[in-house]
C-alpha cells in the first residue's frame, strides 16, 4: 500500500552532452556521456521519494542488467516496489538524449520496453493498492489502452488523478475526463489542442480548450517561463523560480509532477503546490541527469520556505 501510485515506466537514459545533433551521415564528438536511471514514471517516483513522500511504481521490467540500476535507485531513493513486475520476454527500456552543451535543453528518442506491456490485468491485480492510494499518476510512456484504464479505475475509486501527457500525442476526450489534474509541456498542450504555445495568452486558450474538454485542473509548464494554472475558476500565470545556472533541462517535467504530487498529497492548495513544484523544478535543472537530478526535502523546503 502507498500514497501515491504512480504507473508508468524505468528505462535507461544514455544521454550525450554536444553542440548540435549530428545530420543523417554525420559523426560528431560530444562533451560528455553518461548511462543512468530514466524513465518518466520513474523519475516522478523517485522526485517524490526523495521528498519523503509514500510512493509506488506500478510498472514490468525486464530480466537484464538495466533493470538492476532500477531497482539499485529504487532502494536507495525509497520507492515502493511491491507493484513491479519482471516480464521474461521484453527488455527493459532505454532512452536516447541529446543535450545541447549551451541551453541546458533536450531531444529525446525513448524505447519503454517491458514497461510498454503493462495491462489492464495487472492494473486490475492491483486494484485493492490503487482504491486505498489518495493520487494516482500517469504519463503516455505506458500504452494509451492501459493507461485510459488505469486513470478510469483510479477515479471510479474516488482517487485524485494526474495525468503527465508526455510523450505529446492527442488522446480522447473520455481520457481528459478522468484527469482531476492534467499536467502537460507547451509541446504536448499543443499537440492535445492545436494550439501553439508562444505566450502567456496561447497557454490560457489551451488550458481553457481542455477544461472544457473534461480537465478538472490544467497546469500547462512552460519550461524557464513557470508554470500557467486554470482550474476553471482561477487561471493564472506561475512565475519561475531561477535558482541557478541551468546545465541539463531533462527531467524537469518529471521534477515538477512528483512534487506536485507529494505536496497535494500534503494538503497543499493547489496553486501552493505548483509553487512547491516550481521550486524542486528549478532546482533539478541545475544538475546534470534526470532521476538523479530530483531535489531532497530540506533543499525544496528551505528554498520553498524563504519565498
Ligand atoms: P522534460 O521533458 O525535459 O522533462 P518538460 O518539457 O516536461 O521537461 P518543462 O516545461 O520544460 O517540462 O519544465 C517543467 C518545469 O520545470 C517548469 O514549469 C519550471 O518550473 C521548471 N523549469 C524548467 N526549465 C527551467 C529553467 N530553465 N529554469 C527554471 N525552471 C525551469
Ligand atoms: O522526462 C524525461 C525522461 O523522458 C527521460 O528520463 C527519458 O527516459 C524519457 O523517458
Avoid at 523519475?43 to 514490468?60: E, P, W
Avoid at 540500476?69 to 515502493?80: F, P, Q, R, S, Y
Avoid at 538524449?97 to 525513448?110: C, L, P, Y
Wanted: aromatic share 8%; hydrophobic share 40%.
Amino acid at each position: 500500500m502507498a500514497d501515491i501510485i504512480i504507473l508508468g515506466v524505468f528505462v535507461a537514459d544514455v544521454a550525450f552532452r554536444a553542440k548540435r545533433q549530428p545530420t543523417i551521415g554525420e559523426t560528431l564528438i560530444g562533451e560528455d556521456f553518461k548511462l543512468g536511471p530514466g524513465g518518466k514514471g520513474s523519475n516522478q517516483a523517485v522526485a517524490a521519494a526523495r521528498l519523503g513522500a509514500d510512493v509506488a511504481l506500478l510498472t514490468r521490467l525486464g530480466d537484464d542488467t538495466f533493470a538492476s540500476i532500477a531497482n539499485d535507485l529504487w532502494k536507495e531513493t525509497g520507492v515502493k516496489t511491491g507493484m513491479v513486475m519482471t516480464d521474461p520476454n521484453h527488455p527493459t527500456g532505454a532512452a536516447y538524449i541529446f543535450i545541447d552543451t549551451q541551453s541546458g535543453e533536450n531531444a529525446i528518442i525513448v524505447v519503454p520496453g517491458a514497461g510498454m506491456k503493462v495491462s489492464r490485468g495487472d492494473i486490475d491485480s492491483f486494484k485493492n493498492e490503487i482504491s486505498t492510494a489518495s493520487i494516482f499518476m500517469a504519463q503516455l510512456e505506458t500504452s494509451e489502452d492501459t493507461t485510459f484504464y488505469g486513470l478510469k479505475l483510479a477515479k471510479e475509486c474516488g482517487v485524485t488523478t494526474i495525468l503527465n501527457p508526455a510523450p505529446a500525442v492527442p488522446i480522447p476526450d473520455e481520457m481528459i475526463s478522468f484527469c482531476d489534474y492534467l499536467i502537460p509541456n507547451e509541446t504536448e498542450a499543443a499537440a492535445l489542442t492545436g494550439i501553439e504555445i508562444n505566450n502567456k495568452s496561447d497557454a490560457s486558450r489551451a488550458a481553457h480548450m481542455l477544461i472544457q474538454r473534461g480537465a478538472g485542473t490544467v497546469i500547462i509548464t512552460l519550461g524557464g517561463d513557470g508554470a500557467y494554472f486554470d482550474d476553471g475558476q482561477v487561471n493564472q500565470h506561475i512565475e519561475p523560480i531561477h535558482y541557478g545556472k541551468v546545465v541539463d533541462t531533462t527531467g524537469a517535467g518529471d521534477s515538477f509532477c512528483g512534487s506536485f504530487a507529494h505536496a497535494l498529497s500534503k494538503k497543499f492548495d493547489a496553486i501552493e503546490a505548483v509553487r512547491f513544484a516550481s521550486v524542486a523544478a528549478s532546482i533539478s535543472v541545475t544538475r546534470f541527469g534526470t532521476a538523479l537530478s530530483m531535489p531532497g526535502r530540506d533543499e525544496v523546503g528551505d528554498y520553498f520556505n524563504q519565498l
